[in-house]
């Protein structure tokens, strides 16, 4: 490329410089140029800079080094003037910058660049807009407000916050003054785990020339400055909130303290899970621009995950898209627009796509919340599978091309072959009358037939969903626990509510077709008909459980028809066992009263009773057995479990060999605990009782853990024995010349399979698990894990292990802990585990009576995940979601324990005694464990976030084992 003019006062052009300067890499755009400097180490841009004049210009980019900055920041930042300094001072060890004067080049110009340099020194002082569509308006009832909503939609009200302190406290100077010190989050596009001091945040502000720049966007900023929510408090038009029964660590982030410079703000979104959100601006000025639902801005794309329903948008920066975009836009295709002032707040509907670009510095508060109006669009949004989510945010976009005509209208039958749906292009080099009609066609389908209306959107749902089976959105704002546990809560706390709330579960969990199906297993055993509040799941575990009266009904459904036959014939195993043995455990597991199969045939549905034994013929069909069982074996029990579970790890036999058998579902009927779980009384018991509860834990956990396990019989261990087909095309002996005991096998090999994906599932399941801790974690956990079992000969000459190998529940959370009250003084003068439930009528502890009240525990809940290995693996729920990580109740648990965990002390191997510590094993199960353990636990030691080693995490978490006499 030549300057076609005098750049020099010569009359003679200017030679461009970049063919020569980029050699080979000529051919790429500047753009590209620029993305692949984003993707090198700072120390290979500053080498870079050398190679020549023009990678000089690009590697000395302000917005480069921005990018390089906060890809590498984690925890606390300090902003040093520039970002190429500030980057270079995360550098291991830091590298000294000196400042010198910048080189300049005649011969090259790139628009990319310049507009890019505009758009960071631009001022919004004088930025004009083409009109103000939406004006405050003062409103002082509900009525009015919901009048004003039928009008426009979107609503921008005065005098809410007229009677707040913060409405002339939150200015940026009070503010320093008070919360100089205090650390917030920072937000802004590629930003992970950054935070900065106010003080330092203000002083950025202050300097810096960014087109995106870092924005304080804070969901906790109540635990780091408590006083600011005091300040403010929710305006009387917003007070319904229903994720507001949950439990504070449980719901959704919802309310966020916002501060942002010039040109700072937030790019094109739609709030998660279709909430509705209110913004109120103390200081500054605010632009506007919001799309109705499906309706997709020029400039965006949306992506549409095709396993979980996850919807990813990719959006230029608010500056960016009001230069760049805005001014394409035919007046029809404009959106609603308005400048919030100070006192000022804005009402945004659910679904709404909206804008948001700072005028000068601003500082505001903002809440999500679920209400009566919007609880449907919210648990359609949670729903399992992925076309209703892209149809919810990108309209009729998401449906296939030629798919628009008036004939699909009927919705229902529509598919969606493609599940990547790209709006438009937000590359700057797009052609302009191509974005335009591209702004067109957007426009023309969402005027054609699309409408944000629930019996609208729920068609598009996928009818073969399982809420149990479906892979859950990672965009999800909640768990599934969570939401379960939500929906339970709304029926049975707000039984005014239950037709809404009855509607919303329908949509999210298909409450309509499991009640189908439990009425089908209540009238086969003639169980007493349901009562309102028992049509609904219970808000815990992973399958469908109904409670009754006297009865508690489970229908297995995660993971498939194979996985649930194992998980209930392990279980009927187990309780066969338990009886034969009769162990104390047994007072306290609750009693089997039925189990069976219920199957769908012929459009009717049909119950077999079923005790484990044997296959009964509907199975039989499904091939799940490779050989015929003797009639009193449990082919479904726990040894084919292991196999079953070692398969699924992936990489040796991974069909599902049930996907045939569609329209199966096993159950079994429970007798009905007294009481409550302690997951609800979690925050009434007194610390008596927590340790009361630890010391039980620890009693049955001893229980569990010496009862027998079943031998291997001959067709169990022919089966073993079988030689299998493994990944890289090998066949070998599952036990080939292993010294390791046949009841070791499966679990050994199951988690040396699972470590050769740890550190790509462990990325994928991201924040708040560090990436400096995933790239260090293979050389963290062992080679080999037969290491944990230093197998050595006894006496006899036999193979023997120092791990003591048990039945292992798997699952003993907060949920799977039931409890019953009682006086405390009967309490303490005899064993809780065997003293009888009292029922005293009781709220909060007290009877009225003047006595005090205690809760003991009574039952263990819930043995469908029951496995064989090392009875470490129980610690693992129960220290972090029972204990809540506190080591006191851990000891508490291994003082009533009493067994030993090595049977004697590891030898440490080549000089590393990390083998011969509890903690180790431990951290190592919980790394490779199937559940998301690493999130519970940075997610509660927040600390450990920063720490340098997995050894630090290890002990900080498990250290009280290492204390524990767990040796013989």
């Not at 001014?327 to 509907?349: N, R, S, W």
Request: hydrophobic share 35%; aromatic share 12%; with cysteine.
């Amino acid at each position: 490329m030549e300057n076609s003019g005098d750049n020099n006062g010569s009359g003679v052009a200017i030679k461009d410089r970049r063919p020569e300067a980029l050699g080979d890499l000529k051919v790429l755009p500047d753009e590209l140029i620029c993305y692949i400097l984003e993707n090198l180490t700072p120390r290979d841009v500053g080498r870079l800079a050398c190679v020549s004049s023009v990678m000089y210009i690009f590697c000395n980019e302000e917005p480069l080094w921005m990018s390089l900055c906060v890809r590498k920041a984690s925890g606390l930042l300090q902003y040093k003037g520039s970002w190429k300094k500030t980057t270079l001072q995360l550098e291991d060890p830091p590298i000294e910058y000196a400042s010198r004067r910048p080189l300049h080049f005649d011969g090259f110009y790139s628009p990319f660049l310049y507009r890019r340099f505009y758009r960071c020194n631009t001022s919004l002082d004088a930025f004009s807009f083409d009109n103000q569509v939406l004006k405050a308006r003062k409103v002082c009832t509900l009525e009015e407000f919901k009048h004003a909503c039928n009008e426009t939609d979107v609503v921008l009200l005065s005098g809410l916050a007229d009677t707040w302190p913060a409405r002339t406290t939150w200015t940026v100077d009070q503010l320093s003054m008070k919360y100089g010190d205090t650390t917030f989050k920072i937000s802004q596009k590629g930003v992970k785990n950054i935070s900065m001091k106010f003080n330092d945040y203000v002083s950025y502000m202050k300097v810096q020339r960014d087109e995106d720049p870092l924005y304080i966007f804070d969901a906790k900023f109540g635990e780091a400055a408590p006083g600011l929510l005091k300040d403010y408090s929710v305006p009387h038009l917003f007070q319904e909130d229903l994720f507001a029964v949950l439990d504070r660590d449980q719901r959704p982030s919802y309310q966020w303290f916002i501060v942002g410079p010039e040109r700072s703000g937030a790019s094109w979104h739609v709030d998660p899970a279709l909430t509705s959100a209110w913004n109120t601006l103390l200081s500054g000025r605010k632009r506007w621009a919001l799309y109705p639902p499906g309706r997709v801005p020029l400039g965006v794309t949306v992506h549409v995950n095709d396993e979980d329903g996850d919807v990813n948008i990719e959006s230029p920066s608010s500056l960016q898209w009001w230069l760049d975009f805005y001014p394409l836009l035919a007046d029809d295709d404009k959106p609603i627009e308005c400048t919030q002032h100070p006192g000022e707040t804005i009402f945004v509907p659910s679904g709404w796509w909206h804008c948001v670009l700072n005028l000068e510095t601003t500082i505001a508060v903002t809440q999500n919340f679920v209400d009566s109006n919007n609880f449907e669009f919210v648990c359609l949004d949670m729903a399992p599978g992925y076309r209703h989510k892209g149809i919810c945010r990108a309209g009729l976009l998401a449906l296939d091309e030629g798919s628009h005509d008036d004939k699909s209208l009927s919705y229902p039958d529509m598919t969606r072959k493609e599940k990547r749906v790209r709006i438009n292009s937000s590359r700057e080099s797009q052609n302009c009358e191509e974005a335009i009609n591209d702004v067109s066609k957007s426009y023309n389908l969402w005027k054609q037939g699309f409408s944000y209306d629930i019996s609208f959107l729920e068609k598009f749902l996928d009818e073969e969903r399982d809420h149990y089976n479906f892979p859950w959105s990672s965009g999800n704002c909640i768990g599934q626990r969570e939401m379960r546990e939500w929906l339970y809560k709304l029926w049975i706390g707000k039984p005014e509510m239950r037709e809404l709330v009855w509607k919303g579960a329908c949509l999210a969990v298909n409450a309509g077709k499991w009640l189908e199906r439990l009425e089908e297993i209540r009238n086969f055993h003639d169980l007493p008909p349901l009562k309102p509040e028992e049509r609904l799941p219970v808000g815990t575990g992973s399958n469908p459980v109904y409670l009754m009266a006297d009865c508690a009904v489970k229908i297995f459904v995660e993971d498939g028809l194979e996985s649930s036959l194992y998980g209930l014939g392990t279980e009927l195993e187990f309780y066969s066992l338990l009886s034969k043995a009769n162990s104390r455990l047994k007072s306290h597991i609750p009693e089997i009263l039925a189990s069976g199969i219920l199957y769908l045939e012929n459009g009717l549905y049909k119950v077999v009773s079923w005790g484990g034994k044997g296959v009964p013929d509907v199975i039989g069909k499904c091939n799940l057995i490779s050989q015929n069982p003797r009639e009193d074996s449990f082919p479904f029990g726990i040894w084919s479990k292991k196999q079953f579970e070692f398969k699924r790890v992936g990489k040796s036999v991974c069909k599902n060999t049930s996907d045939g058998c569609k329209g199966i579902w096993p159950y079994v009927i429970t007798k009905r605990c007294k009481g409550k779980i302690f997951a609800q009384l979690r925050d009434t018991l007194s610390w008596e009782d927590m340790l009361n509860l630890a010391s039980f834990l620890g009693e049955q956990l001893r229980n569990l853990h010496l009862l027998p396990y079943p031998p291997f019989d001959d067709l169990t261990l022919s089966s073993f024995k079988q030689k299998m087909e493994l990944k890289n095309g090998r066949m070998e002996n599952f036990l080939s010349e292993s010294n390791i005991p046949v009841e070791w096998e499966v679990f050994i090999r199951t988690l040396n399979e699972k470590k050769k994906d740890v550190a790509s599932r462990l990325t994928n399941w991201g924040d708040p698990i560090p990436g400096t801790l995933i790239e260090k974690v293979d050389e963290y956990i062992p080679d080999d894990f037969a290491k944990f079992l230093d197998v050595y000969k006894d006496e006899n000459g036999q193979n023997k292990v120092c791990k003591p190998c048990s039945w292992i529940h798997s699952d003993i959370m907060d949920d799977n802990v039931h409890m019953v009250q009682c006086s405390a003084s009967s309490y303490s003068s005899g064993n809780a585990a065997d003293s009888g439930p009292r029922d005293t009528g009781s709220m909060n502890g007290f009877d009225g009576s003047g006595e005090e009240k205690s809760w003991r525990p009574t039952h263990i809940l819930d043995f469908s995940d029951l496995s064989i290995g090392d009875p470490i693996y129980d610690l693992i729920p129960i220290h972090l979601d029972v204990f809540r990580g506190d080591s006191r109740l851990l000891k508490q648990l291994l003082e009533g324990y009493k067994l030993p965990l090595l049977r004697r002390k590891l030898q440490p191997l080549s000089g590393d005694d990390k083998f011969a510590r509890l903690s180790y094993h431990t951290m190592c199960y919980c790394i490779l464990h199937e559940e998301n353990v690493l999130g519970a636990i940075f997610g509660m030691w927040k600390g450990l976030r920063m720490a340098k080693s997995w050894e630090e995490v290890e002990l900080k978490v498990w250290g009280e084992l290492n204390n524990y006499n767990g040796f013989l």
